[in-house]
C-alpha cells in the first residue's frame, strides 16, 4: 500500500512506513506529509496494528523541510508550519501506539525533528544528524522546544547556533539517539525492538507512552510557529534561502 509517497505496509501487527520521494531526499514535500498523515491515520484506526517503524529509501531519512513551490511570506509559512506540526511531528507523539524512527541517512532539520518526535530512535552507523537552519537565517520550529528536552539547553544550543551536523556515534553519545547499529542490520533491529514492546502489555506501553509525553503540545508549539514565520519574513532568511538555491555563502545583515 502507498499513501502519497509514502510506502506502507503491515505485517504481524507492525507497520513499516518508508518515505520515499528520493530526488528531494525524502525532505518533508506535500507527498510525504500526505503520506504520513494517511499512514498514521491508517495505523490509528487499525486494531491489527500495535507498534509502527518509520524509516526512508535511499541514502536519506528525511532532509528537512521542502519549501519549494511556496511563496514563503509570514502567512504562508505559518500555515505550512501548522501542516508540518499537526500532520506528522505531533501526530507521531499523540498517537497512542509507539513510534520507532529507523534513521538510515540523513536526518536534517524536519528530519530530526521527525525523529525525535517519535519515541525511540534507532540509527544506522551511516547516519547524520543535524538542525542547519540558521545557515539560512532561520530556526529549527519544531526542534526548538523539544531538542533541549532530549540532549540539554546547551548541547542543543550548539547544535542550533554551530548548524554542525553530527554522528550516529554522537547522536547516541549525546542520548539523542537509543541504539546505533550497522547500516545493513538497522530494520532487522527496529524489528526487533517493536517485536519487544509488542510482547509487554499493550495498554501499559499505551499509557506508558501518554504519560511521559503528557507535557507536550503546549504554548511552546504556538511560539514556535510564530517564530519561523516571522524570521521567513527577514531579509536574512530571503538572503539565506536565496543563497542556499544559488549554492554560494549568504551575505546576512542582522534584519
Given at each position: 500500500m502507498r499513501f502519497g509517497s509514502v510506502d506502507y505496509e503491515k505485517k504481524e501487527g507492525i507497520v513499516v512506513m518508508t518515505l520515499d520521494d528520493q530526488p528531494k531526499l525524502n525532505a518533508l514535500s506535500s507527498g510525504i506529509v500526505s503520506g504520513l498523515r494517511q499512514g498514521f491515520d491508517e495505523m490509528d484506526g487499525d486494531d491489527e496494528v500495535q507498534i509502527a517503524i518509520v524509516t526512508g529509501k535511499g541514502r536519506s531519512f528525511c532532509a528537512g523541510a521542502d519549501i519549494t513551490g511556496i511563496d514563503p511570506t509570514p502567512a504562508n509559512m505559518k500555515r505550512y508550519m501548522k501542516e508540518i506540526f499537526m500532520t506528522a511531528l505531533c501526530r507521531a507523539e499523540k498517537l497512542i501506539k509507539p513510534v520507532i524512527a529507523a534513521v538510515n541517512g540523513l536526518a536534517l532539520g524536519g528530519g530530526l525533528e521527525l525523529a525525535i518526535s517519535c519515541d525511540i530512535i534507532i540509527a544506522s552507523d551511516k547516519a547524520q544528524f543535524g538542525v542547519p537552519e540558521a545557515r539560512l537565517g532561520l530556526v529549527p520550529g519544531f526542534a526548538i522546544v523539544r531538542l533541549d528536552q532530549l540532549i540539554g539547553r546547551n548541547?542543543?544550543?550548539?547544535?542550533?547556533?554551530?548548524?554542525?551536523?553530527?554522528?550516529?556515534?554522537?547522536?547516541?553519545?549525546?542520548?539523542?539517539?537509543?541504539?546505533?547499529?550497522?547500516?545493513?542490520?538497522?530494520?532487522?533491529?527496529?524489528?526487533?525492538?517493536?517485536?519487544?514492546?509488542?510482547?509487554?502489555?499493550?495498554?501499559?506501553?499505551?499509557?506508558?507512552?501518554?504519560?511521559?509525553?503528557?507535557?507536550?503540545?503546549?504554548?511552546?508549539?504556538?511560539?514556535?510557529?510564530?517564530?519561523?514565520?516571522?524570521?521567513?519574513?527577514?531579509?536574512?532568511?530571503?538572503?539565506?534561502?536565496?543563497?542556499?538555491?544559488?549554492?554560494?555563502?549568504?551575505?546576512?545583515?542582522?534584519?
Open positions: 548541547k542543543a544550543k550548539e547544535l542550533t547556533m554551530t548548524t554542525d551536523p553530527i554522528s550516529a556515534e554522537e547522536a547516541f553519545r549525546i542520548n539523542l539517539a537509543n541504539k546505533v547499529v550497522p547500516h545493513d542490520k538497522l530494520m532487522d533491529e527496529a524489528i526487533a525492538m517493536a517485536k519487544r514492546i509488542m510482547a509487554q502489555g499493550p495498554l501499559a506501553v499505551q499509557f506508558a507512552k501518554s504519560a511521559y509525553n503528557r507535557h507536550l503540545w503546549g504554548e511552546d508549539l504556538a511560539y514556535a510557529t510564530d517564530a519561523m514565520a516571522m524570521l521567513f519574513g527577514t531579509e536574512d532568511a530571503k538572503e539565506g534561502t536565496t543563497a542556499f538555491l544559488e549554492k554560494r555563502k549568504p551575505v546576512f545583515k542582522g534584519r
